[in-house]
């Protein structure tokens, strides 16, 4: 049955006029309301299965009474002062917590930051003071943000750099691995990690002086590219490419992080202590927070008020990543993730089974790319099954979108129950047969 979607057009219609469409990739004209957990409901009544958790920013999903709870007390207490200047108690407990959750032994330091974006520029920043080297490699179909810098190492849509250029100096894109895309027939893992690693060394034998390069800054694994792993041995390979050339290893787990692959952060899968780390989305449920998080050397190369804005490390804000973190930890998310994350990928692969659409299921903990296309032999990407297959599941009360036009994004709250899963699936099922 067809929804009612009378305030919510009425609604996106007044937005258009006033709101920026650089702002915006619409899919559906939905007006969200009011979140609980796994569920939404927009202005108009409508109940949706989210799967989508706001592109991964609120893990411990939405409305978590800690997290209000945190909010409230803490904005009856102190709305905002600059971190820059002074010092409050929520913004050291959490820099002491997020420096102790990163990989690794050694000694580190936190610095903090609003979006993503600002934290995708801080690994830049932080990597070109400590070494002096000015520059940066990132990956072909990465997502870093959208602010000028972090926009210049992204490469996956030309909008992100059409008509603002010239764009930051000294970045450089390398081709990320897609097992999906290029491993050849017949070619093992391990033989594709090496042919892969080797190609990316040609970069230095060509054109690129390794002395150099400050740092090398990858997603471990690719968000809106499709939820896209490198090799285990290509991303080992890099590292210690790096440690061996003095070049950092910066990874943002912005999107990944925080238990969303089924390890607290996706670089864990790989057994890799890098030397920078982004995070930010679900670190305090979507609230305005990020953070860079690197060893105590590195961050004590860039002086004041190199990284320092005036609403960084917002109390509000900590206090909601206080709380965010205490909910991961206590209701054991990062093992829940990689539990219903098998049971998820189980399903995707049943429903792949059934529909030659699918021509890949890529599951990571509660964190899948199902890419669609016509052709399981030419792989070529079937965009229009895609968005009417997600345009099918929105009518049905199930939200989620595509990556890169032809692939299904799932990324539920990772506090889904078993019971809104296998309705999803039910749902998804029943836009397949209808497609």
């Known amino acids: 049955m067809t929804r009612q ?4 057009e009425q609604l996106v219609t007044q937005d258009q006029r006033y709101f920026a469409g650089a702002g915006r990739l619409p ?4 007006v969200v309301d009011h979140g609980l957990g796994a569920e939404l409901w927009d202005v108009d009544g409508n109940h949706y299965i989210d799967l989508l958790a706001s592109v991964s920013a609120v893990n411990v999903g939405h409305s978590r009474p800690e997290v209000v709870q945190a909010i409230k007390q803490q904005a009856d207490q102190l709305v905002h002062y600059i971190s820059g200047y002074f010092y409050h108690q929520p913004e050291i407990e959490l820099a002491e917590r997020l420096a102790k959750l990163a990989p690794g032994t050694a000694s580190k330091k936190v610095s903090f930051s609003t979006s993503g974006s600002e934290a995708a520029e801080g690994l830049i920043k932080f990597a070109r003071a400590y070494t002096k080297r000015p520059i940066i490699l990132s990956f072909s179909n990465s997502w870093h943000g959208t602010t000028l810098g972090a926009a210049t190492l992204s490469a996956i849509s030309p909008n992100m750099h059409r008509k603002m250029g010239p764009l930051l100096p000294d970045v450089y894109h390398v081709h990320f691995p897609n097992a999906y895309r290029d491993q050849l027939p017949n070619e093992s893992t391990a033989a594709f990690a090496k042919r892969s690693f080797y190609e990316f060394k040609q970069l230095f034998e060509r054109d690129l002086p390794v002395e150099e390069v400050a740092a090398i800054i990858i997603e471990p694994i690719q968000g809106d590219a499709g939820i896209v792993a490198p090799p285990k041995a290509y991303l080992q390979s890099l590292a210690n490419f790096c440690r061996q050339n003095g070049i950092m290893f910066a990874v943002d787990e912005i999107n990944q992080g925080l238990g969303r692959s089924g390890t607290y952060w996706s670089i864990d899968h790989y057994g890799i202590v890098p030397d920078l780390l982004a995070t930010g989305k679900s670190l305090a449920s979507g609230m305005p927070l990020s953070a860079v998080i690197g060893r105590s050397e ?22 909601a990543a206080l ?30 089974q059934k529909y030659p659409l699918i021509g890949d299921v890529r599951c990571i903990g509660l964190n899948a790319g199902i890419e669609l296309v016509t052709d399981r032999q030419t792989k070529q990407p079937a965009v229009n099954a895609a968005q009417t297959i997600i345009r099918d599941c929105f009518e049905h009360g199930v939200l989620m979108i595509t990556g890169l036009d032809h692939i299904l994004r799932f990324q539920p709250p990772l506090v889904i129950t078993r019971a809104q899963l296998d309705q999803a699936f039910t749902v998804i099922d029943q836009a397949f047969k209808r497609y």
């Open 27 to 30: 899919f559906f004209n939905l």
């Open 5 to 8: 979607h009378q305030r919510d």
């Open 298 to 319: 590195i961050m004590d190369s860039l002086p004041a008020p190199a990284n320092a804005t005036t609403t960084a490390a917002n109390p509000i804000c900590c206090a």
């Open 323 to 352: 709380a965010t973190l205490d909910v991961i930890d206590q209701e054991k998310l990062v093992t829940k993730s990689k539990i219903d994350g098998q049971y998820a990928a189980d399903k995707w692969r049943a429903l792949q």
